[in-house]
Structures are given as C-alpha cells and as structure tokens.
C-alpha cells in the first residue's frame, strides 16, 4: 500500500477560463482568468486533481512544491505546509512585494503560499480517496449532510465584454430589474433559494434599490450584499438601516477589522466576511471586537480541506456563523468545496456559488444544482474525472495568449472601455 | 471496499486495572480503576480498539451507542456525534444529574458523552487503518513528527495500598527527596526530559521545596506543577512567586475561569489547565480573560482525534500554547494519544503520561519510552494488538468485584485509611 502512495509526478497546467463581464468595485471580471489544475500521479498509477488560482505569483510557488513532492506519501498533507515554507522562499522576503489589498482582503505571502497548497492538499486527497476507493468527505471524517446548499450569485453586468471573450445569452444586468430577472433565471433553472447580490458597483441607493427589488420578487428568501469593502462606516451604516430585516447578511461593507467593528456596534445585521478575516492570524482580534459575525471560509485561501475544517471549529467554539466563499473557479474546486461542507457541523448558511457563470471546465461532466443543492459524491476522491482534451484546449489558450490574461486584474480589463479607469480609492461611497 | 467498512458488532469490556496509591488533592487512586474497552469488528473482519473510562455512567451511555453502530460504515466518525445525542438521551435531562466537578473539569452530559464518542472514534480509526493499510496518523493528514515527546509524571504516594491491590516497589514519596528520587528513576528508565509533580496534596510550601529541589537536581529541565485547583488565588499567587523562573508552567492553581484569570492578571508564570477548559464552550470566555496560557489537550473528553486535532488548530489561531493530559489508561490511549499529537503542528510541551504507573495493559506489546519519547507507529491502524488474554482476565476483575472498585472515587479510597475524610473543599489552601 504505502509505495502505492507514493508520488511519482506531479502536473502543472495553466489555463484560462472564460469569465463573463461581471462587475465589481475594482472593475469587470476579463474574458479569461488564470486558473492552475494540479494534477499527483501515485506510483500505483492513480491521479489526483486540484485547482487553484493561476496568476504567474501563484505559478512561482506551485513549481518548486511540484518538484518537491515526489517520492513522498498523498497521505502526507499536514506536511504540505512546512514543505511549502521550506521550498517556496523566505515568505518574509516576499511578503513586502505582495499587494495591500484585493477582493479576498489583505494578500501576504503566507497566503499566497496557502492558497498553492490547497490545490496539492486536494489532488493528493483525490487520489488517496481514488486508491482507497473513497470519497473524500470520507477522508475527512465522514460527511454529516447529503447534500449541500448554495447561494445565487448576483451580479451586475454587461451584455459582452467590450473587447470580445466568449458571448452569452444573460444579457446586461445594470438595475433592479435586471438584477431580479437574472436572480429568476438563476432560479429556475438551479432551484437556488437565496440570493446574494455583488455590490460595491453602483451607488449605495442603485443597490438597496436593488435589494428591495429581489425582497419583493422572493419574499422571504434569504439575501446578501457583498460590496468588497467599498463603503465608509457611515455608508454601511446606513444602508444596514435601510435593509435591516430584509438582509441575511451583510458582507465586508467596509475595509478591515476597524471599521467592521464600528459598523458592527452600530446595526443588528450580521456582518459576514472574506477579506476582514481571512487567515487564522486575523481571527483573534476581529473575534475579540466582534467585528464579524459570519466567516466565509474558502479552502483556496484557508490552506485546503483539513485547515477548512479547522476554522469551522474555530467558528463554532467562538459561535460565529459559517458560510463558505465562491469565486472563478472550476468543477474540481466545486467538487472540493461540497466535499469539506458535507463534513462541518456548523455549515450555517447556504455557500456562495460563481459555477453557474462557469460554462467551461476541465471535467467530463458538470456538476449540476437541484433545488438550489449539490449532492454529496460517494464516488471514489473528489467523484470527478479531468477532461484531458478540454485541459489541453484551455492550456492552449494560455499558451496563446498575449500575456494579457495571465493575471486577472479587473481594472485593467475596465480599462478597456473606460480608458481613465482605476482601483477606485476605498471608501468608494 | 464499502461493504468492508460496515460495522457488523460492537464489543464493549468494562476492566479494571490496576493503579498504585497516587496522591492528588481529592484523596489517593484506588488499586483499580475502571476503563472500558470498545471493539468495532468490520463486514471485511476487522477489529478496531478504543479505550475510554469504564464508570457506570459512561458504560450506561456507551451500550446504546455500540447498539447503534452495526450498519454504519467505520469512515463515518463525524457523525458519531449526531448518533450520540439521538441515541444517549436527553442531555438536558443529565446535565442536571452530573457531578459539578472534579480533577477534570465540570463534568456535563455533553462531556461524558463526547467521553464515550472517543472512545469509538478511535477504535473506527483503528479498523479503518488496519483495512486500508495506514497508520491512524495518515487518516488524520499525516504525522508532521516521528516521535512525540513525554513529561514524567512525578507523584506524592504511599509504599502501597491500604486495603490490599497489587504491589510495586516505588516505595513511597512524600517529601522532596521522595519526589526527586521518584524523578531519578523514571528518568533513567524512560528518559524523560521533564517533570510535573501533582500537587494540591501537602501545603503549598512543602510542594514549593519539592519543585525546588526538582530543580537543583536536574537544572534547567522543564518543572510543571499541578494542585487540581486546590488553591486560593492568593495562594497562588505566593506560588507563583516563589516559583517563577522554575516552573514551565503552573497548572489549574486555582478552580474556574475567574480565579484563574485573577492568577493570570498577577503573575507572568504562564498557567495551564485541563479544568478550566475542557470544551469547546469555555474555551472562548478563558480565552478572552487570557485566564489559561497552555490548553492540555485530551482526546478522550474532547471528543476524539479530530477534535483533539480542532483545538490544536483554535489554541494555534489565538496564540495558546498547547500540551497533552494524561489520566490512568492502558496502551490503547496511548497509541491514540501518540498519533494526535504526531499530527499538530503546534504541540508546545512534552505530553503528559501516566503509562509508567499501569503495570497492566491489554495490549501485547507495551510502549517504551525512549529519551521520554515515543516513536509514531506506522504500522496499520494504532499499531496495537489486543491480548485477549489479559483483556479477559482484566475483564474478569470486573465482573468480580463487588462494586467498590467500578467507580473511581479516590476520595472513597482515601477514607479505607482516613475513615473521616471528605473531599476537601476548595480552595483547599
């Protein structure tokens, strides 16, 4: 068994994905984001795949861990940290080269360096599951649900991308209405219940304007605005006045724990979060100020599955609420994601879902959502085979690129239409 | 591979084991203790162990789980806790019923059968590992350390029982020069690098001359000293006062978050617990008081190995430190103690181990220490084989006794010799 476990290669591809114009406060999503497939090949001839973020920074540290790995144990995940501390660079050095902020918060290299382990965490699980002939919620302990809800993930967007990418059929989404006719589809089509809303976009007014419009198309149903940041305290304030009793949560309307905490002493609606807190360091203070009262947890970021399952843990004991954060991503990640929630106790909201603007993935067949739910695989590893032609076409296409694409930055790509554009201050509003 | 994971019996042996005349603040241990062991035979005729305490109330909880385990697959130990709450009663109920405290902490109904869960965690652990070939510390994420460290666990005690028991010939320590001796010996047979002396048995400036005396004789090593919360505050500050720069930590000098945060305002020795927090639901309250600076794990009555694996990662995001308890158990505790802590990254201290003490075990091959170590196992499962032998004839102990045994009251105990003793009331000093 053990030198079954073995690993004997591991495979790093690069692709881009086809995103549409979906907007946010720093910008529009690009045609094409960067994502890394991780592919472990165990000397008993079984492959495990992962995925994470593919900017040529994540790229960087994903290389020497892949070359680092082989002749060690899939079963070995708890050392994938201390490995990557030791393979990937002084993290000291690099964390004054990494950026101040972003839509998943504050980027430091221990971050970065996590969010690369992930994607090995979860290819050596697949293939441990693979080679043991079980799921990976069984690996972890076993899952508590059959199934796990996910969230509607509204955004306002264009028709097309200004300067081509793929095309679809959703049309622009820039009001109320728009945004209710997009939530009905999305709807009708996955059965979704609850709804959240990207915000940061249009002025505060545009959004709870837009809030209200969905409160009155789904009575009752359970609604999120996200606006990354965007707002003063005295802006967050006020829109939490103005959609008290109507907003499931809050998420991130004002920048780092400061201003959270102010927002938070200050309105009933729970604060959520995926940029206050987003690594075990900035747990203990935004906890002690009450600064947050739901976590979105986002096994990319966390550091994998088991680091997961430890926040979720962390959330309980301090009864904080536990959701769970979506954005580009593909079917493995998906898959990954519904595995770790199936396992958690204390999954208190449905998790956010970016799969349905995902129309092309790298496996042989797409997940699909009933009743607004995904099924928990008992297939073997994550229950999801590579598409090895749809790999090598999507590689191809980040082969060819003109380097344009490599790095998602959603200003640049709001450049394209709009000339003068960029990372708008924080506050915006 | 799923049919083979099915638990087709649960067995459950009630033993008792033997226990030497060990002071602690309640009264002394008796000569035998109760332990239960659990078995889970699988479809594919595997045999797991676990082990957990053997009183009547955790028997009376453990029957009904064991009668609901057949059927359910050995991977599922996640939802060993759902099943629990549904099988064992009303926990309400029992919480009302329960002791209101002890030399591990109040004890709830939540306790107790998190208590019992833990020991058919572990052995699900054990048949899983057997069955696919992996040690129990690949299937929590991999071993991050080949050897785990020990603390030798120095005793007041007497030459032997009052009322008969096995015999040893450890002589008995009830003074600095008993104690020091005791260390001597378990150092030179173990190897054992540092000491803790359980206290709260003589006056608090008889166990200060014992810790110092500790301290000439081995200089520099590591001195924990534990009185189960049989001090004043005051009390312990003077301790900690004559004590500072001796003792690696002092642990539960005083009883309850309050007065151990009052402890912890008032001295910088760094304090420790396995009373004041010893579920997930105290940990935040101590933790923002900064009353504990070391949480003692113990995957018995936190729950198992994964949970024992959550508070690491809690105790790692608020910067506490972390270290092992140790109760009287057999080997089985101690191959699953060994594989926990051979997986968290942030086990700070040596563990504590009372497995010199027990004479007796049901295992074939005891554990040896070596330089206060142990290796990890990885062999399938735990890496222990029961002895069916001994477990029978440990087993027919039990079955033997008139009852006076199958409780641990080592206040009951003390009064053999002490016929007017009660158990003191705290503080003590």
New interface residues.
């Given amino acids: 068994?053990?030198t079954a476990l073995t690993i004997d290669d591991v495979r790093l591809t690069p692709v881009l994905i086809a995103d549409p114009p979906l907007l946010n406060t720093q910008g529009v999503h690009q045609p094409y984001t960067p994502r890394l497939i991780v592919e472990v090949v165990t000397h008993g001839g079984v492959t495990g795949v992962g995925e994470t973020y593919g900017d040529a920074k994540y790229l960087e540290l994903a290389h020497p861990l892949a070359e680092a790995l082989p002749g060690r144990?899939i079963?070995?995940?708890?050392?994938l940290?201390?490995l990557a501390e030791q393979v990937c660079g002084d993290s000291r050095a690099a964390e004054d080269s990494v950026d101040a902020g972003g839509l998943r918060g504050v980027q430091t290299a221990d971050k970065l360096r996590l969010s690369v382990v992930s994607g090995f965490e979860v290819a050596c699980l697949d293939a441990l599951g693979k080679t043991?002939?079980?799921p990976v919620h069984?690996?972890?302990?076993?899952?508590?649900r059959d199934a796990v809800d996910y969230s509607a993930y509204l955004f306002y967007r264009w028709a097309e991308h200004p300067a081509g990418g793929e095309k679809d059929d959703w049309g622009a989404a820039l009001d109320p209405a728009g945004i209710v006719a997009q939530a009905r589809r999305l709807a009708d089509a996955y059965g979704f219940g609850s709804f959240k809303l990207k915000g940061g976009v249009l002025e505060p007014d545009r959004e709870i304007a837009a809030i209200r419009a969905l409160a009155d198309a789904f009575p009752g149903r359970p609604l999120r605005l996200d606006p990354n940041g965007a707002w003063s305290v005295e802006t967050s304030l006020y829109v939490a006045g103005q959609l008290g009793g109507v907003l499931e949560y809050l998420e991130d309307p004002a920048g780092g724990t400061d201003r959270m905490a102010e927002v938070s002493a200050g309105t009933d609606v729970p604060l959520a979060t995926n940029m206050c807190v987003t690594t075990?360091?900035e747990?203990?203070e935004a906890?002690?100020r009450d600064a947050v009262q739901v976590v979105l947890c986002d096994h990319h970021y966390w550091g994998g599955l088991?680091?997961t399952?430890?926040?979720a843990?962390?959330c309980?004991?301090?009864?904080v609420g536990l959701s769970m954060h979506s954005n580009t991503h593909l079917g493995i990640s998906l898959a990954a994601m519904t595995h770790v929630a199936a396992?958690v106790?204390n999954l208190d909201y449905a998790c956010d879902s970016h799969y349905p603007w995902q129309t092309e993935d790298v496996i042989t067949r797409r997940h699909e959502f009933r009743d607004g739910r995904l099924a928990v695989s008992d297939a073997p590893g994550l229950g999801v085979e590579l598409d090895h032609g749809r790999l090598a076409a999507l590689h191809r296409r980040w082969l060819d690129d003109d380097g344009s694409m490599r790095e998602r930055d959603d200003a640049a790509a709001m450049r394209r239409s709009d000339p003068g554009w960029t990372t708008p201050a924080t506050p915006r509003w």
Avoid: Q, W
């Avoid at 309980?316 to 009864?319: I, N, V």
């Fill in positions: 068994m053990h144990s079963t070995d995940v708890n050392g940290f201390g043991l002939g079980l069984a690996l972890l302990g076993g899952k508590v075990f360091a747990i203990a906890f002690a088991h680091r399952r430890e926040l843990a962390v309980r004991a301090f009864g396992t106790p």
